[in-house]
């Protein structure tokens, strides 16, 4: 696979392969989170009235990587109406593009709804993810990331 096919909203027919990736993710992590925390997070996505949605990535007819937005109001200063949680992108397919897609798609949501920027916390309280990140700039008060190859 060479591009991404499609950015997408995740439909409930994804949960499977969802599940497969978001386990690679807690291992590249090495983080411990219980099935229930993670049928709840699953929830979540679905619900429509959920602050929490994800846009996954879809490339030769399969899931490659998932993003978690959390939209919110926010008086912090640092974190404005939206931010992006979590983002993982397939170790079999890193380093071509498809995490910078996801960003670039957040960057777009958030322009069309009219938030001043956006935020994703590992830049400023887990420097282990911030390392996987070879440069950000902001461009239009929007940050982008990224994705070491």
Not at 92 to 111: E, S
Request: overall charge negative.
């Amino acid at each position: 696979m060479t591009a991404v096919v499609a950015i997408r909203d995740a439909v409930a027919a994804d949960e499977a392969a969802w599940r497969a990736l978001w386990a690679g993710y807690l291992t590249f992590y090495a983080a411990d989170v219980p099935e229930e925390v993670t049928a709840f997070t699953w929830a979540r996505i679905l619900d429509p009235s959920s602050r929490v949605t994800m846009r996954i990535a879809e490339g030769d007819g399969q899931l490659v990587g998932f993003a978690i937005h959390h939209y919110h109001d926010c008086t912090w200063d640092i974190a404005p109406e939206g931010y992006l949680e979590d983002l993982y992108v397939d170790e079999t397919v890193r380093g071509k593009g498809i995490g910078r897609a996801l960003v670039d798609d957040l960057i777009a949501l958030a322009k069309r709804h009219g938030w001043r920027g956006i935020y994703w916390h590992t830049n400023g309280d887990n420097a282990r993810a911030r390392r996987l990140y070879d440069s950000y700039a902001p461009a239009d008060g929007y940050v982008r990331y990224r994705l070491k190859t």
